[in-house]
């Protein structure tokens, strides 16, 4: 008896045990071939975020699913309105259609004459959508609508352009804030903003001024719009702070609400949830040098990285929660990823001043917006006469008015000039052509990975509409604001990419997976056949 109780007790402990370790959704899911796929981006995010920041549904993540330990992004520019169609389509920026955060239509795509220069970010769907179209490849909306028709592609986030660019011309449902075009309390202004996109669900957009209706007053900056170096990209209300209205709450919890509000109501098969707060807050203050804490409940806390971050993953304890109890977990396959990594701007050669942002980052006149207060840090090249439009964070990318191979040569050699440049390279149809390189400017880890991938990455986005010079910069080095990202540095290009859930085990994998496997990686998981053409590799999840 004694003995019998001893094995039992061993046993309920080995059990206990088993429990404990196991994956959320149950032993099964490494076998399941998944249903649906949910993929979260986190806006800017670093791996080191995660320990940094206390992220704990996060790691639960890496740690019960497939954590790509060595995944990069892979491409340039390594923006938002790029790694959104990059997830979405499988295909790097040099076949996507657009490269870059501005956009020269070569091919007269929008209509308004060949060459014509345009800030992508600033696009409307039906554009984005004409240059998918364009470009002429498949969309995971696609795959999942061939494989499971009737079910539906939806995007939700805070940034349009993110959700626009993921959506494409086949999505079903894109949800994002609208313009400030509504007066929720009364104040006499326009200071609100509601879901906005394409077949918005009436449970979302009605009623006017309901759950989904987020206080966005510029006057409500969290003390960001007088504080250096917050100051160069203030907060706006609540499209990015989470806020302290309980009936309203911004940020990534609005766009977590929306989404948990359609895997209730929709027959979804495909839902990508882009969440931005963390990317604004980087962009404030650097990122993972913003590692402060601040008293809770207060305005100060809400504005920085540690709540922020702290924010988003429990955005992704919810999701998960939501799935469970939906019974949907089992069957969905969930990508926890981002856009771009970032880094400090230790070397800082924009303007630090109020509002700078935009200046800084944008010279030139476009069919969609003028930027003309550039700065000083930019003067030789601009005095070459020959910039057309220059778009800088960390990395430089400039499209000129004289594109001979000669002003090319000539602009390349004086953009080497500039401060923290290591390299310059020019456009030669299909691929960049190094130009100039500052060996003697990089550090011995600069230039390591420079020598591994530099080429590699500025290469995915040779194409017409791309810049016909391209500078690379040091590690953390910007030319925007206090955080950055941009190009093909180490600290950007390093991201997270976790697979979990159905149709995926819980072994880490040390394959360097980058962001344009990831929709191959999907189909592969989920039993779908790949259309020819794709740039990226699926590979088979452990
Ligand atoms: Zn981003
Ligand atoms: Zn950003």
Same mark, same amino acid.
């Given at each position: 008896m004694r003995y019998f109780g001893r094995v039992a007790g061993v046993a309920i402990g080995l059990l206990v045990l088993l429990c404990a370790s196991a994956p959320a959704w149950g032993?099964? =899911? *490494?076998?399941k071939t998944p249903k649906r796929v949910l993929i979260v981006v986190l806006d800017q995010f670093r791996p080191d975020y995660v320990d940094t920041f206390d992220m704990r549904n996060v790691k639960a993540l890496m740690r019960d699913g497939v954590d790509?330990?060595?995944?990069?992004? =892979? *491409?340039?520019?390594?923006?938002t309105v790029i790694t959104h169609n990059v997830i979405t389509s499988g295909q790097l920026p040099r076949d996507m259609g657009w490269a870059d955060e501005v956009y020269r239509d070569s091919d007269d795509v929008l209509g308004e004459g060949p060459d014509s220069m345009w800030i992508s970010g600033s696009l409307t769907q039906e554009q984005f959508d004409k240059l998918i179209a364009h470009a002429g490849y498949a969309k995971l909306a696609d795959y999942l609508h061939a494989k499971r028709p009737g079910t539906k592609f939806i995007t939700a986030g805070q940034k349009n352009y993110a959700v626009f660019s993921a959506n494409g011309p086949t999505g079903d449902i894109a949800v994002t804030f609208s313009s400030r075009n509504a007066d929720c309390d009364g104040d006499g202004v326009n200071n609100w903003r509601g879901p906005t996109g394409l077949n918005v669900p009436s449970y979302l957009s009605a009623p006017s001024c309901g759950r989904f209706y987020v206080d966005s007053a510029t006057s409500n900056s969290y003390g960001t719009a007088t504080t250096s170096p917050a100051w160069m990209y203030p907060l706006d209300g609540n499209r990015f702070a989470p806020g302290f209205d309980p009936a309203h709450r911004g940020g990534d919890v609005w766009t977590t609400d929306a989404g948990m509000a359609m895997m209730e109501r929709e027959p979804w098969s495909g839902m990508l949830l882009t969440l931005g707060s963390i990317d604004k807050a980087s962009h404030m203050w650097g990122g993972i040098t913003d590692v402060g804490r601040y008293p809770a409940g207060s305005p100060e806390e809400q504005a920085h990285l540690r709540f922020i971050a702290k924010t988003a993953d429990e955005q992704v304890g919810r999701l998960v929660r939501k799935l469970r109890d939906l019974g949907q977990l089992d069957e969905t396959l969930i990508v926890l990823t981002t856009d771009h990594a970032g880094q400090p701007a230790?070397?800082?050669?924009g303007v630090n001043a109020a509002g700078r942002s935009d200046n800084n980052w944008y010279y030139g006149e476009t069919e969609n917006g003028s930027f003309l207060a550039p700065s000083p840090s930019l003067a030789p090249l601009i005095a070459?006469?020959?910039?057309?439009f220059t778009y800088q964070d960390s990395a430089i990318r400039t499209w000129l008015t004289d594109t001979s191979t000669a002003a090319k040569k000539s602009a390349a050699k004086v953009m080497a000039t500039l401060p923290s440049v290591i390299a310059t390279y020019r456009l030669d149809g299909r691929r960049y052509r190094l130009?100039?390189?500052?060996?003697?400017?990089?550090s011995p880890r600069e230039l390591v990975y420079w020598v591994l991938h530099g080429q590699e990455i500025v290469d995915t986005m040779a194409a017409p509409y791309a810049a016909d010079v391209v500078g690379l910069l040091r590690d953390d080095?910007?030319?925007?604001?206090?955080g950055d990202h941009g190009g093909a540095q180490r600290p950007v290009q390093e991201i997270p990419i976790v697979f979990a859930g159905a149709g995926a085990g819980s072994r880490d994998s040390s394959y360097p997976l980058r962001s344009v496997d990831i929709l191959p990686t999907i189909l592969r998981a989920m039993g779908i056949r790949a259309r020819p053409g794709l740039d990226g590799k699926g590979v088979e999840l452990p």
């Open positions: 032993s099964g =899911g *490494h076998h790509f330990e060595n995944a990069y992004l =892979g *491409h340039m520019a390594s923006e230790t070397r800082h050669h070459t006469g020959n910039v057309r130009a100039e390189a500052n060996l003697k400017a990089m080095t910007s030319y925007g604001v206090a």
